[in-house]
């Protein structure tokens, strides 16, 4: 048997005990249950990597066996915390509690080398999710008056009927099918005016419509930006079908959930960087990464953190300007809120900060991280190396190389655009440092992208 997939057994059955054992300890209550919540989160994400075969990488065979060892220690520790704290225990009390310590935050350490697992293994492919894919066809009665109107009323949105999603889709044909993800999948349509719009079509259930809800009203309080996807309007409607059941037909309710964006006809800047698009020149791609540091800053200013800020989410619009999309796990803070705690776990592994990983920390420095990481895999992306390696390691490896010109294809920079990308590669470190207190915001980004300052030297990341 493989020895990840054996290892990964284990620390399921582990990470199960361990759940049991954090309720019936006596002591050290408050580092167990820390313990707990740490092991929670690391099934998630462990969870999400088995599901692309992550775990079955080479490289991740130290890891994991190394995280079952752990996590077998983490159960003997707190197997020791359910003896009475008058017992013979009462001698290592003190020991005990920093062996604890120790122990989560050697767990923590692990989410984050998975985390980065995910950068590496990671295709950059937005279309490559398997979920099938839901119908609703057949007889359908519209009941728009039945309809829930949840959703607050703007001039500038636009409620739309289903029937005219359908037509626009050609009955949400295949063909126009042009993306997919775990909550959505994405249509191009065209209205009854010619205008060509994409139609993101949620999953028919409650925690679609929360989504949907949110979505639009991140778009109400959000005033429209170049390098931010403009919202058109939505769809709200129940629909009924008749379905076989127990033996009879019975009508079936279907809710039917949506939102009318502008299309983008260059795709999204993934696209770009796996070569599914051409390639293209360096002054393009700095263009790219000004729009999104642009984009983010206003989200940003109006106190929105996306929390998926990754190459799929930026698409591109005709001149190739970037656009942010997909707000469905963003966060929007009360004005004199800088920092929030979540037990919730959201966004793509790969992209995710370290603090919100080990401990739900959510701030501007999460999306400052992110966008770091997708700013070095952009440049990456632009020189076409193939190399299975984590974009920051590559990033420390190429600024120390000084080798930048037998790096990057002569054909797509000049020299002076080289100081540029080693520029831009230092200010993707700068943003992807562990602590996030040493990460710059976004105006501070913008400015280094646009004002030739000197730039504070980023320390060389942990090896994970």
Known sequence: MDVSVNSMGKISELALKINVAVGTVKQNKDVCMQIGTSVDRLRVILSLLEATETTKHPNMTAPVKDLEGIMARALKLLMDCQENQFSSHLFRAGSLCTELSQVNQEIKEHMNIANDA??????????????????????????????????????DLKRFEFSEMEAATNNFSPENMIGRGGSAIVYKGVLPDGFVVAIKRFRGSRSSQGDIEHYVNVFLVLPRHENVVRLIGYCQETTYKMMPYDGRQVSAEITNMMVVEEYMPNGTLSETIDGRSPQLHWSSIFRIIRGIAHGLAHLHSNHIIHLDLKPENILLDSNIN??????????????????????????????????????????VKNDVYSFGLLLLCTIRGTNRSGLRQHSVEWAWDVRESQEMGILFDSSLCDDSQLKEIERSIDIGLLCTQDNPTARPTMPDVLEMLIIRKKLPSPTKPDKR
């Open 118 to 155: 995910a950068e590496v293994g990671s295709s950059h492919n937005s279309h490559s999710n398997n979920e099938t894919r839901s119908e609703v066809d057949g007889d359908r009665k519209n009941d728009p008056a039945g309809s829930e109107h949840f959703l607050k009323e703007s001039a």
């Open 322 to 363: 970037p656009k942010i999309c997909d707000f469905e796990v963003s966060k929007m803070l009360d004005q004199e809120v800088t920092e929030i705690v979540t037990g919730e776990f959201t966004g793509t592994l790969g992209y995710i900060a370290p603090e919100y990983i080990a401990d739900g920390i959510i701030s």
